[in-house]
T-cell receptor
Framework: DTGVSQNPRHKITKRGQNVTFRCDPISEHNRLYWYRQTLGQGPEFLTY????????KSRLLSDRFSAERPKGSFSTLEIQRTEQGDSAMYLC???????????FGEGSRLTVL | AQTVTQSQPEMSVQEAETVTLSCTYD???????LFWYKQPPSRQMILVIR??????QNATENRFSVNFQKAAKSFSLKISDSQLGDAAMYFC??????????FGKGTKLTVNP
C-alpha cells in the first residue's frame, strides 16, 4: 500500500501523559499536513511542512503541541500533558509541489481519559 | 478569514436518484480553490471534485458535478445516479492565500436501496 500511513491508529491515554503520532506520507510527496477532527466537525488545520521546514502553524497548535519532519520524510506530532479536550482524530495528509490532490491518511484517534 | 458553511447536517437519497449538497463560503482572497471531500465511515478522506475560482466552467467528475456561483459564494455538489457506495460524510472546503484548507462541518449522506 503506497498511501499515507498513520500510527498508531488508536491511542487511549490518561490526562497529563504525553503522546506521539507518526505519519509516513506518500514517498514522492514533499508537502505534509496535520489536521485535527473532533466529533461532528470538519477537520481543522494544525500545521504544514514543505520538506523538513515547518512553514505554517495554526493558533490551535498550543505550546503543548509540537510537530517535526526530520529529513523531510516521516513526521511526528507530539502532544505533551494531554487534556481531555485533546481527544480527537488527528489526520495527516500529503501532496506534491504542483497544485495537486491532497491525500489523507486514515487518522490516529486519541482518547484522553 | 475564510469560512465554509454546510447547512444540511444530513441528507438522504434513493439509489439511482440525484441529490444536491449545499455549501456556502466566504473569503477575502481573489484567487482560491474549492473542494468537495468524501469521508466514508472509518476510512480516509478522499477528494471528490475541485474547482478553481477563476474558472467559470463548473467542474465535473463522472457522476459528480458542482454548481459554482461565485457572486453568491455558493458551491453545491450534485451526485447523479446515486450508488450505495456514495454513502459517507461529505465536506466542502476552501483554500486561498495559504496552504490551509478550511472545512465545513459536513453533510452525512445516506443512500437508500
Amino acid at each position: 500500500d503506497t498511501g499515507v500511513s498513520q500510527n498508531p491508529r488508536h491511542k487511549i491515554t490518561k490526562r497529563g501523559q504525553n503522546v506521539t503520532f507518526r505519519c509516513d506520507p506518500i514517498s514522492e510527496h514533499n508537502r505534509l499536513y496535520w489536521y485535527r477532527q473532533t466529533l461532528g466537525q470538519g477537520p481543522e488545520f494544525l500545521t504544514y511542512f514543505q520538506n523538513e521546514a515547518q512553514l505554517e502553524k495554526s493558533r490551535l497548535l498550543s505550546d503543548r503541541f509540537s510537530a517535526e519532519r526530520p529529513k523531510g520524510s516521516f513526521s511526528t506530532l507530539e502532544i505533551q500533558r494531554t487534556e481531555q479536550g485533546d481527544s480527537a482524530m488527528y489526520l495527516c495528509a500529503s501532496r506534491t509541489d504542483s497544485a495537486g490532490e491532497l491525500f489523507f491518511g486514515e487518522g490516529s484517534r486519541l482518547t484522553v481519559l | 478569514a475564510q469560512t465554509v458553511t454546510q447547512s444540511q447536517p444530513e441528507m438522504s437519497v434513493q439509489e439511482a436518484e440525484t441529490v444536491t449538497l449545499s455549501c456556502t463560503y466566504d473569503t477575502s482572497e481573489s484567487d482560491y480553490y474549492l473542494f468537495w471531500y468524501k469521508q466514508p465511515p472509518s476510512r480516509q478522506m478522499i477528494l471528490v471534485i475541485r474547482q478553481e475560482a477563476y474558472k467559470q466552467q463548473n467542474a465535473t467528475e463522472n457522476r459528480f458535478s458542482v454548481n459554482f456561483q461565485k457572486a453568491a459564494k455558493s458551491f453545491s455538489l450534485k451526485i447523479s445516479d446515486s450508488q450505495l457506495g456514495d454513502a459517507a460524510m461529505y465536506f466542502c472546503a476552501s483554500q486561498g492565500g495559504s496552504e490551509k484548507l478550511v472545512f465545513g462541518k459536513g453533510t452525512k449522506l445516506t443512500v437508500n436501496p
